[in-house]
């Protein structure tokens, strides 16, 4: 009797191992079992992508706006731009009076901004709640510089000192502020002048789609940078825009009511999302409890343990995928709700959120591809060659670092693609893929012979190994990963314990019954025989 009981729980275990490595298709033909994952998961990747494409729509006129408004502050407050940033800086001046002219011509443009400007935007209030204009100079402490004799008597402490220049202080005559000692300049010791103001403004152009819109403060910053004593002082502009709620918003028309329509769709997505990640997490639980009573059953029946290659195949990683695709769904949807209600502004994290999730959820494609047969080799060929290519890459890592180091301190002060770290990183990764090759060669300086000969030897050296050697093995790996799948796919894998054991009864015909014909239509996807040894990913 223990025996026969022995059996039935054999042969139950064996059953259900067989249904849970089974395709959502064969689920359906084997008891019925309608497959409410797939279905959520084709709705999700409708909605899910639907809503990035509102979302985009909507970020990308936001971003449109910032970048508008910088580059016309830019042409109201620096005299003389062109309407094109020299390098990583706006414009620049080389005589004194250009540079008192530049600075005067700022606060002028802020004084006489609601006569000047052609967007909606007005005076905010800076840091120290203050409307207007906060100048500040940094230089050294004290010293004297004789070019000539090659004298210098310089006290390198760097001093601060600022001034408030208000509406009322600029409103009156001039001559006054300009001429205050604060803007007698000794640039032989001057380091850097910092004009900083707040502005505010409104973008209307959301009204256009149909949104409420936005209320923006831009905190912007003058930078005149003579760090460098070089006779060039060069000028930055920046603008840091931060949306903020507007305080009173009072607008007729259909706009409030499709706002609600949004939100009503951001709400369903968060539903079907719920609903995928309750069963996603249900399916991994019973997994796992699959998982153990095969462990224990196997321990107890052969007398030993299941290798951990086995183990690992009750861990459905698409599964995983799926809740965190999910979760980062539901927290972008409840941002980007909160953001379209104007009760939040943070517009990056949200981005990052529906668009970290959106690429989760079309990844979670490949899975259903994996049930046919050729689409299912390159999932293979993926998961075969990962760890061989990882380990590759961390040697390939070492050498591509020691080159971005001596490209960095060498060639640095003669290139201006190895000025900095990342930027070393960046040029050399172009050359790995063949691209900007010649401007690379021929932007070196050749002030040394020296160093002009020591950059031919290392992009040579460089191109030639990681091109011709490195590039080619790694491609080698993934082309023997891929050709290891093939020769299994006509003699067949390798069998696992966990293989033989569903092979020793073949039990699925006992479940296959008559599909009804909608679905029979649908899962069509019926396996060969000769196939069953193939491993499907579900």
């Known amino acids: 009797m223990a025996h026969i009981d022995s059996e039935v729980k054999e042969e139950c275990l064996r059953e259900d191992l067989k249904f849970y490595f089974m395709n959502p298709c064969e689920k359906y033909r084997a008891r019925h079992q309608i497959p409410w994952k797939l279905g959520l998961q084709i709705l999700k990747i409708l909605m899910v992508t639907t809503q990035l494409v509102r979302f985009g729509l909507s970020n990308q006129s936001v971003v449109a706006f910032k970048e508008d408004s910088t580059v016309a502050f830019k042409h109201l407050f620096l005299k003389g731009y062109s309407g094109i940033d020299e390098d990583d800086y706006s414009c620049s001046v080389y005589t004194q009076e250009d540079t008192y002219e530049s600075i005067f011509f700022a606060i002028n443009q802020y004084h006489h901004l609601k006569n000047i400007t052609l967007g909606t935007v007005a005076y905010g209030e800076n840091e120290d709640n203050r409307i207007g204009l906060k100048v500040c100079k940094q230089h050294y402490k004290k010293g004297t510089t004789l070019p000539s004799n090659e004298t210098l008597n310089i006290d390198s402490d760097v001093e601060t000192e600022c001034i408030h220049l208000s509406l009322q202080v600029l409103s009156k005559n001039p001559q006054e502020w300009k001429n205050s000692s604060f803007f007698c300049l000794e640039f032989y010791r001057l380091l850097q002048i910092e004009i900083s103001f707040q502005l505010k403004g409104i973008d209307l152009q959301t009204i256009r789609s149909r949104e409420l819109p936005d209320c923006y403060v831009f905190q912007n910053r003058i930078t005149y940078d003579n760090k460098a004593h070089s006779g060039k002082i060069k000028i930055y502009f920046d603008s840091d825009a931060n949306i903020e709620e507007c305080k009173v918003l009072n607008i007729s028309g259909s706009i409030q009511k499709n706002t609600q329509y949004v939100l009503v769709f951001d709400a369903f997505v968060i539903v079907i999302c719920l609903a995928s990640l309750i ?184 191109i030639s190994l990681f091109i011709y050697m490195i590039l080619s093995l790694f491609i080698a790996l993934i082309t023997d990963s891929y050709d290891t799948i093939k020769k299994y796919q006509q003699s067949g894998l390798p069998e696992t314990d966990l293989q033989k054991f569903l092979k020793e009864c073949s039990s699925k015909e006992s479940y296959q019954k008559e599909p009804s014909a909608f679905l029979s239509s649908f899962c069509c996807l019926r396996r060969k025989g000769s196939d069953d040894h193939l491993i499907l990913f579900n």
């Open 279 to 462: 069963l996603c997490t249900r399916s991994i639980i019973l997994a796992l409890r699959l998982r153990k009573r095969f462990l224990n059953f196997f321990l107890e029946k052969y007398k030993r343990h299941v290798c951990d290659a086995d183990q690992w195949e009750f861990i459905n990683g698409w599964y995983v995928l799926v809740i965190i695709s999910d979760l980062m769904t539901i927290i972008g949807s409840i941002l980007k709700m909160e953001i379209k209600a104007k009760n939040l502004t943070n517009y990056d994290l949200c981005s990052i959120l529906l668009g970290t999730s959106t690429l989760f959820v079309w990844v979670g494609v490949i899975r259903y591809l994996g049930y046919f047969q050729t689409y299912n080799v390159l999932i293979l060929t993926m998961q075969a060659s990962l760890p061989k290519v990882l380990r590759f890459c961390a040697c390939a890592g070492m050498i591509y670092l020691g080159y971005t180091f001596c490209g960095w301190i060498v060639l640095g002060p003669y290139h201006d693609k190895f000025e900095d770290l990342g930027t070393v990183a960046e040029c050399l990764f172009s050359l790995v893929n063949g691209d900007d090759m010649f401007a690379t060669f021929a932007q070196i300086q050749k002030k040394s012979v020296l160093v002009w000969l020591f950059s031919r030897l290392y992009l040579y050296s460089f």
